[in-house]
């Protein structure tokens, strides 16, 4: 891996035609005298957000990149495609949104390049949120600290900083951006540290995200929590919770076998075993114990599958996307 360029900058949108022009702008102050690239993903926006793309790409075609998609699949698509295109040492993601500040792009440089971090994630200390959406953001934040032991304060922030190493050796998928730290980390880049950033107010538009995000992010906590120690070994957990049940309802058999012996032996009625309710539990326990192993062992096989989940479709590309170019 060879970068040819300083930074690449890659900045996932979806219907924010008016705040891309400023954007460019911005970026190009504060770069003035770096090499760079602009990767704009745009996440088959409905206005005339590509239409600009193309306006900034004809103006700045050394710089600019665009990327098309031919319908909306998410914030997550837009990164990983981004990550497959950067050139650039430095990779950074920013929202386009113009609530990501790019002064802030050369001191999280610094930080990767002179204190040997693979990752610096941005810190929106100061938010200009309403409650409804800061103290639910806190509670994932520290769900998330919590689940994974990275120590960020808030790991949704879009604006970040990586080693181009660490975008190569990761794949987004899904929803799982706001948890990118966390596949960094997995896949063996633990130098994670953050930077307080500035949370600029939004100038123009709406936000894309409402109260369900909150929910789904907990979802997603949830499963990259179990991906990250169990997705090359399955079988390390549901075997062993299959093994823990089966193993539970034999032992339930023994004691209700040996009580109706020993009731039987002292001359005393002893009830049908298929009366008890304790039968039909060690029952139930022993078909379920089956069930999680044969899960784990599909899931064993289907894990040593290399079959890609990437979904997405591209539409149009102008620029120079590829990687190795």
């Known amino acids: 891996m060879n970068p040819s360029i300083d930074l690449s900058l890659v900045v996932p949108l979806f219907n924010e035609s008016e705040s891309l022009v400023e954007l460019k702008a911005w970026i190009d102050r504060v770069l003035v005298e770096r090499s760079y690239e602009v990767i704009f993903v745009d996440d088959g926006s409905k206005d005339n957000s590509w239409e600009i793309i193309e306006q900034l790409h004809a103006l700045d075609p050394e710089r600019v990149v665009g990327i098309r998609f031919s319908r909306n699949y998410g914030k997550s698509a837009g990164l990983q495609k981004g990550f497959e295109s950067a050139r650039g040492r430095?990779?950074?993601?920013?929202?386009?949104?113009?609530?990501?500040?790019?002064?802030?792009?050369?001191?999280?440089?610094?930080?990767?390049?002179?204190?040997?971090?693979?990752?610096?994630?941005?810190?929106?200390?100061?938010?200009?949120?309403?409650?409804?959406?800061?103290?639910?953001?806190?509670?994932?934040?520290?769900?998330?600290?919590?689940?994974?032991?990275?120590?960020?304060?808030?790991?949704?922030?879009?604006?970040?900083?990586?080693?181009?190493?660490?975008?190569?050796?990761?794949?987004?998928?899904?929803?799982?951006?706001r948890y990118i730290p966390i596949l960094a980390k997995d896949a063996g880049f633990n130098r994670i540290g953050e930077q307080v950033v500035q949370h600029q107010s939004r100038k123009y538009g709406t936000t894309k995200f409402g109260v369900e995000r909150f929910m789904n992010g907990f979802l997603d906590l949830m499963t990259i929590g179990f991906m990250s120690r169990f997705s090359r070994k399955p079988m390390h957990f549901f075997g062993a919770l299959g093994v823990l049940l089966f193993s539970l309802s034999l032992l339930g058999f023994g004691l209700i076998g040996g009580n109706k012996l020993w009731a039987m032996s002292q001359g005393l009625h002893a009830r049908n075993i298929t009366e008890l309710s304790e039968f039909y539990l060690a029952l139930i326990g022993m078909v379920m114990g089956l069930q999680f192993f044969l899960t784990g062992f599909l899931a064993e096989m289907t894990s040593r599958t290399d079959a890609s989940r990437r979904a997405y479709q591209v539409q149009t590309e102008i620029g120079r996307t590829n990687a190795g170019s």
């Open 90 to 177: 430095i990779v950074v993601t920013l929202d386009a949104d113009l609530q990501d500040s790019p002064e802030e792009i050369l001191g999280m440089e610094r930080l990767i390049l002179e204190e040997g971090y693979d990752l610096v994630s941005g810190w929106k200390k100061k938010r200009h949120d309403p409650l409804s959406k800061t103290i639910p953001t806190r509670l994932y934040n520290a769900a998330t600290r919590w689940v994974s032991g990275i120590a960020l304060h808030d790991f949704n922030c879009g604006l970040k900083a990586y080693r181009l190493e660490v975008v190569k050796a990761i794949e987004v998928q899904g929803e799982m951006h």
